[in-house]
């Protein structure tokens, strides 16, 4: 090889080297500018924590927008680049979580992948309707209206939990329940189900020697007793009263029943109101509605089972919500002039 062309190879080594060089610095200024990056909020000492929902079916993308418009990270990219060379993009779970402000990358990553989030408490009133329940669900969870009622009212849901009616009313147990974050419909849903069937078993326990009314009528029952009475004391004194009715053939005139059937709350029903064409009516019809109007408590559900002995009729609520109660309708009325009289005496 003659000199040219030594100092030709000699100077392409040199590039080489040089470009080698030149590409290992670089690679360490990357790394560790990552590294800083990774670590960022590490040396910030903020102890400030806040709820951070990342909804389901959320995408890598979606996920570190979500973080750093919170502030949780400094920076999406790499938060995206640290989760993939950790193998977690595809890992990160929706949920509710519980972060601090500027956590380092590695912790955020993590805490996401494990699924470590906050459980949903939810307190379902005793006495409240499919359509009262539906706003929590949907606040807590998203859930839309359209597959709230379609799965309230699916067939095979009723068939298998053995439900005597259109829908699941009266079958949500009303409690309180923590869930976890990406709980679907269709899991809280059975959580609700399956609470009224142990409660239901430990009443039917309770009262075996006495029992002779079949489940559905039972909790038609209950659902009336819940939405009439305001004190526990009370709910075995009206079931007596209902079921006295039933027996002599009376229909129930239970006020509960046509405001169901008005589909709207009304403090005072009108005469109008009380001749509306709806078979939950049980002013105009009688017997027990089709179904229940409510999601009765424990409380409602052991009334029904096991209601007081009396002989009594008919009650009045007074303005505290204690009902006033009577075997015959000339004492009834009585009652109801007291519950007048009381009334007017406040307003002067």
Request: charged share 25%; proline share 4%; net charge positive.
């Amino acid at each position: 090889m003659n000199i040219r062309g030594k100092e030709y190879m000699t100077s392409m080594l040199l590039k080489r080297l040089l470009f080698l060089k030149g590409f290992l610095i670089m690679r360490k200024l990357i790394l560790f500018s990552i590294f800083m990056i990774f670590l960022a909020g590490c040396g910030k000492k903020n102890t400030t924590y806040i709820y951070v929902t990342i909804p389901r079916g959320a995408n890598l993308d979606k996920i570190a927008a979500i973080l750093k418009k919170n502030r949780i990270i400094t920076n999406e990219t790499t938060f995206k680049i640290m989760a993939k060379l950790q193998h977690k993009d595809k890992k990160l779970k929706s949920g509710i979580y519980k972060l601090k402000k500027f956590s380092s990358t590695k912790d955020v990553i993590n805490i996401l992948s494990e699924g470590k989030s906050e459980n949903i408490k939810i307190t379902i009133p005793e006495g409240f309707t499919l359509e009262q329940i539906y706003p929590i669900l949907k606040s807590k969870f998203g859930i839309s209206k359209t597959d709230y009622t379609n799965y309230t009212h699916d067939r095979t849901i009723l068939k298998h939990y053995r439900i005597h009616g259109s829908s699941l009313e009266g079958y949500m147990f009303p409690d309180t329940y923590l869930f976890n974050a990406s709980a679907t419909l269709d899991e809280i849903v059975k959580i609700f189900l399956n609470r009224f069937n142990d409660v239901f078993a430990e009443e039917s326990i309770k009262h075996w020697h006495i029992l002779r009314r079949p489940r559905y009528k039972i909790i038609i029952m209950a659902s009336l007793i819940q939405a009439e009475a305001r004190y526990k004391s009370e709910m075995p004194l009206i079931a007596s009263v209902y079921y006295n009715r039933l027996r002599k053939g009376y229909r129930l005139e239970c006020d509960p029943t046509v405001i169901y059937a008005l589909g709207k709350h009304k403090n005072r029903l009108t005469y109008k109101d009380l001749k509306i064409d709806s078979p939950y009516n049980t002013y105009k019809y009688y017997g027990l509605p089709p179904g229940p109007i409510c999601n009765p408590g424990r409380d409602a559900i052991d009334a029904a089972m096991s209601p007081a002995r009396t002989k009594y009729l008919y009650f009045v609520a007074d303005i505290n919500g204690h009902h006033l109660f009577a075997k015959s309708l000339k004492e009834h009325n009585k009652n109801i002039r007291i519950v007048k009289r009381h009334k007017k005496s406040l307003r002067k």
